[in-house]
């Protein structure tokens, strides 16, 4: 019995049990990235806009990714157990201040650390919250999200901001900390700098490739590298170990794996510690990027990463390629990508006409209709203008994130319990 119900809720969480479920082969996979990389190098010749796939571009893309890829992360473990967390963009303000006041005195890895901790701590309250009291998810995550405000500031115009304090004396004040020390990185030796000669011919493809791959192995920071490995340990520890498969069981029939013995509270509060300690660690990285914590230094990060987890179906691999889709949109913005933005109108503007085109083909008339009215107000757009204004470029990302959202809405799926109230015992 026990190992009937074990199997059929690992076919029905890896989807072997839906009816016409398609895997994706690694050839396919590679096809569609060369393609990808194809229609890219042949948008940067026609509309000539270097910056889009310049090193500094991808590196500045790795950046904005790994934060919102780790908030991303952090919801899922949570999620994956049963328990909506939105709680996230307060976590991660946890994680910045704790890293913020750590920082400056141990140094970044001292900082990172702090922020794990500051960011599990508000996972803890969450989890009282919602698993002991029955607390609604949403409405504990809009708690901790304003009282981590709450608390920052105070804390920060506390220690920070405090007359005469040494933090003062160090450069502090009531809105930031004083600066802590580089946190190290690491280039590829021999390799950046051949990826940077060839990026500089402009071939067509070659430089194209060049100038990506140099973005991601040209100064990257350890950190990033800690990021990568934690997305690869979450795939493997949810999907691949006993442990995983009955903590996602509590997300799917919370009822059914107590039945079987397992302890839904204990896996719902580790899911969730995990989860604000992710966070926590996204918000320590902003501050380590910029060397100190600053007031309002989340930006919404938070919200994007848990866009990030739904548009990525409650995958690993998800959240890191929408993570990767929204790190460079934001990379845009910080670089002022304005005739970056005006070529990627072009893009969408014929991606939209393949998408009606497929529509069309499947019998949805009217939205492939609109598809085609929109694709071709992309392009009288991108016709009559040569840059795009600023203030388009700053909401660039949150204007993807509703597009992404809007487009796979309609091949999610999450967890089945997930957001339900749970009571130990409920089933029998």
């Avoid at 007359?163 to 900390?177: F, I, L, M, P, Y």
């Avoid at 085109?357 to 499947?362: P, S």
Wanted: aromatic fraction near 8%.
């Amino acid at each position: 019995m026990s190992t009937t119900f074990t199997d059929a809720v690992s076919n029905a969480l890896s989807g072997k049990n839906k009816p016409g479920a398609r895997k994706l082969s690694t050839p396919v996979v590679l096809l569609v990235i060369a393609g990808a990389l194809i229609l890219v190098s042949a948008l940067r010749e026609i509309t000539s806009a270097g910056d889009l796939t310049s090193s500094g571009q991808f590196s500045g893309a790795l950046a904005a990714a790994v934060p919102i890829g780790l908030a991303g992360l952090g919801g899922l473990w949570a999620e994956r157990a049963g328990v909506v967390n939105i709680g996230l963009e307060g976590m991660m303000m946890l994680g910045t201040f704790c890293a913020g006041w750590m920082g400056w005195q141990h140094g970044p890895w001292a900082a990172a650390l702090a922020g794990v901790i500051g960011g599990a701590l508000g996972g803890l309250v969450h989890a009282v919250a919602t698993v002991t009291f029955g607390v609604d998810h949403i409405i504990s995550g809009v708690a901790i999200n304003i009282l981590a405000l709450g608390v920052t500031q105070y804390l920060a115009k506390l220690t920070f901001g405090a007359e005469g304090s040494a933090a003062q004396k160090a450069g502090g004040n009531d809105k930031q900390s004083p600066v802590m020390d580089n946190m190290p990185n690491f280039s590829i030796p021999g390799l950046s700098d051949w990826l940077n000669s060839v990026e500089k011919h402009h071939w067509f493809f070659v430089s194209d490739l060049a100038g990506m791959v140099d973005g991601l192995v040209t100064d990257v920071s350890w950190l990033t590298i800690v990021a990568v490995a934690l997305f690869a340990g979450t795939f493997y520890v949810l999907w691949r170990t006993a442990f995983g498969l009955r903590l996602r069981s509590c997300g799917e029939s919370p009822v059914a794996a107590e039945s079987l013995g397992v302890n839904v509270y204990t896996y719902k509060y580790a899911a969730v510690v995990v989860s604000g300690a992710l966070a926590g660690l996204g918000g320590a990285f902003l501050a380590i990027g910029t060397h100190m914590y600053s007031d309002g230094q989340t930006g919404g990060r938070g919200y994007i990463g848990l866009a990030t987890m739904i548009s990525g179906n409650w995958r690993p691999g998800g959240v890191a390629m929408s993570a990767g889709l929204f790190g460079f949109m934001d990379s845009l913005q910080l670089r002022g990508g304005g005739a970056t933005v005006h070529a990627l109108l072009l893009l969408l503007a014929v991606l939209l006409v393949g998408f009606a085109a497929w529509r069309l083909r499947t019998g949805k008339r009217q939205v492939a209709i609109v598809a085609g009215v929109l694709a071709v107000a992309l392009i009288v757009w991108y016709a009559l203008t040569k840059t795009v204004p600023l203030e388009f470029v700053d909401a660039t990302p949150y204007v993807v994130t509703l597009l992404v959202l809007c487009v796979s809405a309609q091949r999610l799926r999450m967890p089945k319990a997930n957001g339900k109230p749970y009571r130990k015992g409920q089933g029998k």
